[in-house]
Nanobody, 118 residues
Framework: QLQASGGGLVQVGGSLRLSCTAS????????IGWFRQGPGKDREFVAS????????HYATSVEGRFTISRDNGKSTVNLQMNSLKPEDTARYYC?????????????WGPGAQVTVSS
């Protein structure tokens, strides 16, 4: 199962880094994506990264502010979130992803809460 960590409360304009790890194994070589679900909203795609780390995809709403990266040696995929806005408030989930643009998720973990206060 994939586990997201690093969430918390941050002020507008601040930064947080989320980490995704695989409990009981490794996801080296798998494409991993981040998704989020805000209050009263559907779950939406945020960013994804290929197994090799060479291909990335971002939602328009976070492009230029968020960066996804991976450390296969540590079996970790990180999401660096900068210039946070109140609309970034959501529960963030990592998942294995597939599809041509790496946006089709599977193997959800429990997620991590990110709250951006104004």
């Amino acid at each position: 199962q994939l586990q997201a960590s690093g969430g918390g409360l941050v002020q507008v304009g601040g930064s947080l880094r989320l980490s995704c790890t695989a409990s009981g194994g490794t996801f080296s070589g798998y494409a991993i994506g981040w998704f989020r679900q805000g209050p009263g909203k559907d779950r939406e795609f945020v960013a994804s990264l290929s197994g090799t780390g060479t291909n990335t995809h971002y939602a328009t709403s976070v492009e230029g502010r968020f960066t996804i990266s991976r450390d296969n040696g540590k079996s970790t995929v990180n999401l660096q979130m900068n210039s946070l806005k109140p609309e970034d408030t959501a529960r963030y989930y990592c998942a294995r992803v597939g599809g041509s643009d790496l946006r089709i998720p599977s193997d959800w973990g429990p997620g991590a809460q990110v709250t951006v206060s104004s």
